[in-house]
């Protein structure tokens, strides 16, 4: 196997590099050899699916969530059990429940349809995991925690004997937290990272920035004050009302709309309206009759 796809951080346990550095519609992940084959999250691509196939079967897949860029590839894996959080099981199993989870009208309003064509598949949940368990692979025992926000049953996985953690979602990107959908949660995503501020890993290891081995709590921490900077920016621009669509407008949260702009605009919005029903009950803004926000002066 590359060397450039795989990374030792303890024996038998390996990072496994996702294409494009691991930038979405990719992801990275884990892969446990102990003479059971474990991967953490499947959506590294084609040529590292390829790499593992080669060397053997797998046995266990562990998803840290629902969506597309970390479940899809498990398809590719059709004998190995995939294990999930309790409360991200269902959208995993049924597309349904995936659009229920997101907030899509559909499967097709997904980004990138050639990297996920079909969309969700619906796929066999064999076990599902709770916070606090500890999942014993032999040579490597992998803690559970639930840090939802992201999605509702988004978890990381410590590795207490080296002090390792992966985070999953909670990437550092400089994008800053994502809660896009409909069932991200705002308030449990900020108490999330700072659970794993707390926790204070001597490695992190991220789904798309990969492995951050240096000031990791404060970088935990100026990735939670994001959550902070956008209210501000926020607050800025309702000094004068303005409707949801037109805060939209403004790209607090995306920069600009990638294509398809209409999809990516419905990120920012579900994402601007989790902001201003925490500022509404802290407060600091109300709604005017015309359905205008405006921040108290």
């Given at each position: 196997?590359?060397?450039?796809?795989?990374?030792?951080?303890?024996?038998?346990?390996?990072?496994?590099?996702?294409?494009?550095?691991?930038?979405?519609?990719?992801?990275?992940?884990?892969?446990?050899?102990?003479?059971?084959?474990?991967?953490?999250?499947?959506?590294?691509?084609?040529?590292?699916?390829?790499?593992?196939?080669?060397?053997?079967?797998?046995?266990?897949?562990?998803n840290t969530h629902f969506h597309l860029d970390h479940a899809y590839g498990n398809k590719y894996f059709p004998k190995a059990l995939v294990w999930a959080h309790a409360l991200d099981a269902p959208a995993l199993r049924s597309p349904e429940q995936f659009l229920a989870f997101t907030g899509f009208n559909s499967p097709q309003e997904f980004p990138d349809p050639l990297q996920f064509p079909g969309g969700p598949p619906g796929q066999a949940v064999d076990r599902e995991l709770l916070d606090g368990e500890v999942l014993d692979f032999g040579d490597v025992a992998l803690q559970v925690i639930h840090t939802p926000g992201h999605t509702p049953g988004h978890i990381s996985l410590y590795e207490p004997t080296a002090s390792i953690l992966f985070s999953g979602d909670i990437d550092l990107s400089p994008f800053g937290?994502?809660?896009?959908?409909?069932?991200?949660?705002?308030?449990?995503?900020?108490?999330?990272?700072?659970?794993?501020?707390?926790?204070n890993p001597k490695v992190l290891v991220t789904s798309h920035i990969g492995i951050v081995t240096d000031n990791i709590p404060d970088r935990l921490r100026d990735y939670?004050?994001?959550?902070?900077?956008?209210?501000?920016?926020?607050?800025?621009?309702?000094?004068?009302?303005?409707?949801?669509?037109?805060?939209?407008?403004?790209?607090i949260i995306f920069r600009r709309y990638p294509e398809p702009q209409k999809l990516y605009r419905f990120f920012e919005e579900t994402m601007l309206k989790k902001h201003l029903q925490r500022l509404m009950k802290q407060g600091r803004i109300f709604v005017k009759s015309n359905h205008r926000y405006k921040a108290y002066a």
């Amino acid at each position: 196997m590359s060397d450039k796809m795989f990374t030792e951080l303890q024996p038998n346990l390996f990072f496994v590099s996702g294409e494009q550095g691991g930038r979405f519609p990719y992801s990275n992940g884990l892969m446990i050899d102990t003479g059971l084959k474990v991967l953490v999250d499947t959506g590294f691509g084609r040529s590292r699916r390829e790499a593992i196939m080669a060397a053997g079967e797998v046995d266990v897949i562990i998803n840290t969530h629902f969506h597309l860029d970390h479940a899809y590839g498990n398809k590719y894996f059709p004998k190995a059990l995939v294990w999930a959080h309790a409360l991200d099981a269902p959208a995993l199993r049924s597309p349904e429940q995936f659009l229920a989870f997101t907030g899509f009208n559909s499967p097709q309003e997904f980004p990138d349809p050639l990297q996920f064509p079909g969309g969700p598949p619906g796929q066999a949940v064999d076990r599902e995991l709770l916070d606090g368990e500890v999942l014993d692979f032999g040579d490597v025992a992998l803690q559970v925690i639930h840090t939802p926000g992201h999605t509702p049953g988004h978890i990381s996985l410590y590795e207490p004997t080296a002090s390792i953690l992966f985070s999953g979602d909670i990437d550092l990107s400089p994008f800053g937290p994502w809660y896009g959908n409909v069932r991200s949660d705002l308030e449990e995503f900020a108490c999330s990272i700072e659970r794993l501020i707390e926790l204070n890993p001597k490695v992190l290891v991220t789904s798309h920035i990969g492995i951050v081995t240096d000031n990791i709590p404060d970088r935990l921490r100026d990735y939670a004050d994001m959550l902070d900077l956008r209210e501000k920016q926020i607050l800025w621009h309702l000094r004068a009302p303005k409707t949801i669509a037109e805060l939209v407008d403004t790209n607090i949260i995306f920069r600009r709309y990638p294509e398809p702009q209409k999809l990516y605009r419905f990120f920012e919005e579900t994402m601007l309206k989790k902001h201003l029903q925490r500022l509404m009950k802290q407060g600091r803004i109300f709604v005017k009759s015309n359905h205008r926000y405006k921040a108290y002066a």
